[in-house]
């Protein structure tokens, strides 16, 4: 059964790095048919999409978050990661990690089928 | 960007439509997502009209043009919570911003 479980601190301090690891078991993060994809809320609001790496290592980012994202990913152990340089307030979020369809034919369209249950991370000094 | 109307309402039993608008689904199918208060989105539609194993037969999707539609057919109380339609589009990724379903 496919699982998906977030780790790393719950508070981070205002100009420094958020950092995140999504561990995958159950199945392998090595597979064509999907990315591996982060999704945030901020208390309150919808959902927000962060941006989604293949296993190969290919990225795709909101533009929004662009020049301060980095998401990666290692075979090896299983799991992939965000960075989110320079943070402030605004990224005060219960943060995501989802498995995501990589296509759009046989049924499947970009579905995100499985979700982590989320942590909170608060930026705040 | 995907549109979606802040909140519904509906009277149990009835049926209610949610709807999504977005250029991108032209292109590509919207999933949804149901969200109850402090839990972590479910996928409850996806593709042209599929179903995850588990996810009542009341929930269904369709997509005409620009608009996809999630619609529950016989709304029972635990269908009450947020509801949020998902795309590809130009930039990658993007949801609607949620639609809040109470249900009377």
């Known amino acids: 059964q496919l699982q998906l479980q977030e780790s790393g601190p719950g508070l981070v301090k205002p100009s420094e790095t958020l950092s995140l690891t999504c561990v995958v078991s159950?199945?392998?993060?090595?597979?064509?048919?999907?990315?591996w994809g982060w999704v945030r809320q901020s208390p309150g609001k919808g959902l927000e999409w962060i941006g989604n790496?293949?296993?190969?290592?290919?990225?795709f980012y909101s533009p929004s978050l662009k020049s301060r994202l980095t998401i990666s990913v290692d075979t090896s152990k299983n799991h992939f990661s965000l960075k989110l340089t320079s943070v402030t307030a605004a990224d005060t979020a219960v943060y995501y990690c989802a498995r995501v369809a990589a296509y759009c034919s046989g049924g499947r369209c970009f579905e995100s089928d499985h979700w982590s249950q989320g942590t909170l991370v608060t930026v705040s000094s | 960007d995907l549109t979606q109307d802040p909140a519904v309402s509906v009277a149990l039993g009835q049926t209610v439509r949610i709807t999504c608008q977005g250029d991108?689904?032209?292109?590509?199918?919207a999933s949804w997502y149901q969200q109850k208060p402090g839990q972590a989105p479910v996928l409850i539609v996806y593709g042209e009209n599929n179903r995850p194993s588990g996810v009542p037969d009341r929930f269904s999707g369709s997509s005409s043009g620009n608009t996809a539609s999630l619609t529950i057919t016989g709304a029972q109380a635990e269908d009450e919570a947020d509801y949020y339609c998902?795309?590809?589009?130009?930039?990658?990724?993007?949801f609607g911003g949620g639609t809040k379903l109470t249900v009377l």
């Open positions: 159950g199945a392998s993060i090595s597979t064509d048919s999907y990315y």
């Open positions: 998902n795309s590809r589009d130009s930039s990658g990724w993007s």
């Open positions: 790496v293949y296993y190969s290592g290919s990225t």
């Open positions: 991108y689904l032209r292109s590509y199918h």
